[in-house]
């Protein structure tokens, strides 16, 4: 079903202006009108839809990347203008910590909140079955640790993410590991895929060319796959099974909503049960600048 979405502008200068509300139905089955959009308006796009969703008095946990970090933004604007109260932010990454403690976001642990209500982060690659990728930014374990503690976690990304099935980016699956004889590791991760044409690389910083290093001291190595990798379920407790292995970055089945920002519209995937529930909404009434 589509329905009416206004689109909303948030410039360095108009940082108060609202984000869109829902505004009925319009013609059923009706297509959106393709919009003019940059991959990072799609992202802030979803990632305030997504903050629609959060109360006061919740314990929300703050994701990690470019597209979460709009989010984060977003609850901190809201909060300013008093309409969030008591919000306790559980961050996913040191640079998450570092922008909510900038933003005036209030902040804690799992220590303290063992059960969080809501969290919202990007990902790097959804299936049609709301499994995902992430972990390209370098967090995925803070990540999931966070996340696998949430009532509800709400992943938001724009079109570019979707894939047929894990790893079908052609892109990075990365799996954290400790740096005690990580070639060892890396050898056999790419052995245990290699029907999927598994290629296994160390991460290195872009910048300098030196080892990556997680925000837990641990090194993160990438692995490509040219085939699909089979049973998820399967996969992950083979990797995790390696002496060695920290965490990797499938997140089989957390995902309870995807919000995926496109320039056709927005589509909202959510679990019911055992089924899927999706729902459409379109752009319109765009504002000049965006």
Wanted: contains cysteine.
């Amino acid at each position: 079903m589509a329905v009416a979405y206004p689109h909303f502008l948030v410039s360095e200068n108009q940082a108060t202006v609202e984000p869109p509300k829902l505004m009925g139905s319009s013609a059923a089955s009706a297509p959106c009108p393709s919009v003019n959009l940059t991959q990072d308006d799609l992202k802030k796009i979803a990632a305030y839809k997504a903050v629609e969703r959060v109360e006061s008095g919740m314990v929300v946990g703050l994701g990690t990347g470019s597209t979460a970090k709009h989010a984060v933004d977003r609850i901190a604007q809201l909060l300013q203008q008093g309409k969030l109260k008591d919000i306790v932010g559980i961050p996913t990454s040191k640079k998450t910590h570092e922008q909510a403690v900038s933003l005036g976001i209030p902040l804690s642990d799992l220590d303290s909140h063992p059960v969080i209500d809501l969290a919202i982060d990007g990902a790097d690659e959804v299936d049609p079955d709301l499994n995902l990728v992430k972990g390209r930014g370098g967090s995925l374990l803070r990540e999931k640790m966070v996340e696998s503690a949430s009532k509800k976690f709400i992943v938001i990304v724009d079109e570019s993410k979707l894939v047929n099935h894990i790893g079908g980016s052609g892109l990075a699956m990365p799996v954290e590991v400790i740096p005690f004889c990580w070639k060892h590791s890396l050898d056999r991760l790419v052995s245990m895929f290699a029907d999927a044409g598994c290629e296994g690389k160390l991460r290195k910083c872009a910048e300098n060319g030196k080892v990556y290093v997680t925000d837990n001291g641990n090194y993160i190595i990438d692995l490509y796959f040219e085939r699909e990798i089979g049973d998820l379920n399967v996969a992950s407790d083979a990797i995790l099974r390696l002496p060695g292995i920290v965490e990797h970055g499938m997140f089989i089945k957390l995902a309870t909503s995807v919000i995926v920002a496109g320039v056709d519209g927005i589509t909202v995937k959510t679990k019911v049960g055992s089924e899927l529930e999706v729902d459409s909404f379109c752009y319109n009434d765009l504002r000049n600048g965006f």
